[in-house]
Structure formats: structure tokens, C-alpha cells
């Protein structure tokens, strides 16, 4: 390997090699919290394309130097992510991530809220990410992009979009905003699912409100990924009582919602055995909806061998 260049990143002295057709990312800690060495890779393609990832992100730092050096051994001129943001943007963007308020007064006086770094993100991405609440809403209210596509990948083949992230975060106010907005309910990501489908496995006391909005805006509860899961599919597999009795009532068949959730407890309920109470709220909750019990969710069930699940599917 040759080394293409270096530079200090805090505590961590980080040198960058040529290995073929990869980047490698030698980092040396010096803080005694981390191991000593770390070494990570990525084609050469994905280096020139937008820089080392994760993607995406709005500030090189004190990388810029050492990617703009590492290019240059490369023998490729410096692209357009290794300018830096302007200094106000720049603002904009390191407010939003860490959810300070001062980005309402900012947007007051007049600064644009809706710029995108190199990675085509702009600040709403990173403020529905941030502990901070009402800035996302600040933001849409501004006329940031709630729809827009974020990509994660450095030449854009993975991609979620801001609705998805605002779905996926449980952040209500926000999704009411952006829907209340015009932002398009149906966008998809790259693996083709709809907001509907990424409601969260940690959220289940707002996602029925998530489902609510969603659909009085349009979004489809039979929207299918490509492999045909629908999002009650999703939400019993995730043992989510509120989310799945939300689907349903807006038109979810209760049908596919119990037999998703057999075929997922057949392969792990011997090992998810404390949440069989609430597998059995499911169960109730799709009943309930008009699922009917057939002798191959009994099967499933015997078979897990949970007395409490077994019981819930008995006539």
C-alpha cells in the first residue's frame, strides 16, 4: 500500500493509503477510549464521488486537508464537495444538528432554510435528527423540502428522503407540518417502501397518530415493497399493537397482519418467550379486525410452544 497522505483529527492521527482499488483509512487513537488501530476501506470510486462516508454529511473539517491531498496523489482534481459551506450556511447546518433554537431566529431574520451541503442534505435533515424538537417544524414552516431525497450511498443507488426520516424518528408535529405543507405522502425510498412502511419498532405510542396523518394525506395502507410486504406486515412482525389496530382500522387486511406475525413467531418465539403477553395483544387486536384463525397458525404456534400465544388463537 502507499500512503497518500495525512492528517490529525482531534485525538486520532488518520493516515490515508492506496491499495489497489480501494482508499484505506488507518486511524491511530491516542485517547485511550478506543482501540489503538482502526483500518477501514472504500473503492476509489466511492472516495472521488463524495469523499469518505458515512453519507451524508455537511462539513469535512479537519479532513479537508488530507482528502484534498489524498486526491491530488490520485492524480484528480479537487471535486465540488471539497469546497466548504459558506460561513453562515455553515452556521445553519452545525445549529440544526444540535437542535438549538437559535435556527427560529435565524430563519426570522431571513436566512434560507432550505440549502443543501455536498451531499445534497440540507439543514431539516439534520434538525428532524437532533434532540431538538421545534426546529424541524421551524424549518418546514420556512419552506424547507420535507420530501426531499437524502442519499446514502456515494453515488446515490441507497436513498431514504426527510419524510421517511420524520416518519421513522416519531416526530408527530413535524409530519403534520410537512403533510400540512404538500410534501407527497407516497415517496419512496430505494428499497421502494413508502413512509408507511419505516413507522418505528420503539414509537407504537405515537405511530397510530404517524398512520393517521399518512393516510388522511393519501398514503395507502396496501402499498407493497417489492417483495409484496405491505406495512401491517411490518408492524406485527415488529409486535406493535397500537400501530397494527391503526392500520386496520384504515383498511389493513388483519388476515395478512396474523399471518405475518405467525410466520415471525414460529422462528423465534422460543427465544422472544417474555413478549409472548404482548404478541397475544396483537393476536387480539387482529382478531378483533376480523382475521380468522387457521389451523396453520395453531401449527405455528404449537410449535413455538408458548402456552399465552397458543391460548390467544383458540376459538
Known amino acids: 500500500m502507499a500512503e497518500l497522505a495525512r492528517y490529525q483529527d482531534g485525538p486520532a492521527r488518520v493516515v490515508i493509503l492506496s491499495d489497489a482499488a480501494d482508499v484505506v483509512f488507518r486511524t491511530d487513537y491516542a485517547d485511550g477510549q478506543r482501540p489503538k488501530f482502526t483500518e477501514t476501506r472504500m473503492s476509489v470510486s466511492d472516495f472521488v464521488a463524495r469523499g469518505e462516508g458515512p453519507w451524508p454529511w455537511y462539513d469535512l473539517g479537519p479532513k479537508r486537508e488530507g482528502a484534498s491531498r489524498a486526491l491530488a496523489a490520485l492524480g484528480v482534481d479537487p471535486p465540488d464537495w471539497t469546497e466548504p459551506l459558506e460561513p453562515d ?77 420524520i416518519v421513522r424518528r416519531g416526530r408527530t408535529v413535524a409530519l403534520n407540518h410537512a403533510l400540512a405543507n404538500g410534501v407527497c405522502p407516497t415517496v419512496l425510498d430505494s428499497e421502494g417502501a ?22 388522511r394525506a393519501g398514503a395507502p395502507v396496501h402499498a407493497a415493497l417489492p417483495d409484496g410486504a405491505q406495512p401491517i406486515d411490518r408492524a406485527a412482525r415488529l409486535v406493535l399493537p397500537a400501530t397494527v389496530a391503526a392500520l386496520v382500522d384504515h383498511g389493513a387486511d388483519p388476515g395478512r397482519g ?38 396453520r397458525h395453531r401449527e405455528l404456534a404449537t410449535g413455538a410452544g408458548v402456552t399465552q400465544v397458543t391460548a390467544a388463537l383458540r376459538p
Not at 445553519?92 to 455536498?118: H, K, N, T, Y
Not at 396474523?258 to 413478549?275: F, P, Q, T, Y
Open 89 to 165: 450556511v455553515l452556521d445553519l447546518f452545525r445549529r440544526a444538528q444540535r437542535g438549538d433554537s437559535a435556527v427560529i431566529e435565524l430563519l426570522a431574520m431571513g436566512a434560507d432554510p432550505d440549502p443543501v451541503d455536498a451531499c445534497g442534505a440540507s439543514p431539516l435533515w439534520y434538525a428532524v435528527r437532533s434532540p431538538g424538537l421545534g426546529i424541524a417544524v421551524a424549518l418546514i414552516d420556512a419552506g424547507a423540502d420535507a420530501g426531499r431525497r437524502i442519499e446514502l450511498s456515494a453515488h446515490g443507488e441507497h436513498y431514504t428522503t426527510i419524510l421517511h426520516e
Open 194 to 215: 413508502t413512509p408507511l412502511h419505516v413507522l418505528s419498532s420503539d414509537a407504537d405510542n405515537v405511530n397510530p397518530e404517524m398512520v393517521r396523518a399518512l393516510v
Open 258 to 295: 396474523l399471518d405475518a406475525l405467525m410466520s415471525w413467531w414460529a422462528m423465534g418465539g422460543k427465544v422472544s418467550a417474555d413478549r409472548a403477553g404482548v404478541v397475544a395483544d396483537v393476536v387480539d387486536v387482529l382478531r378483533t379486525g376480523g382475521a380468522e384463525v387457521t389451523a
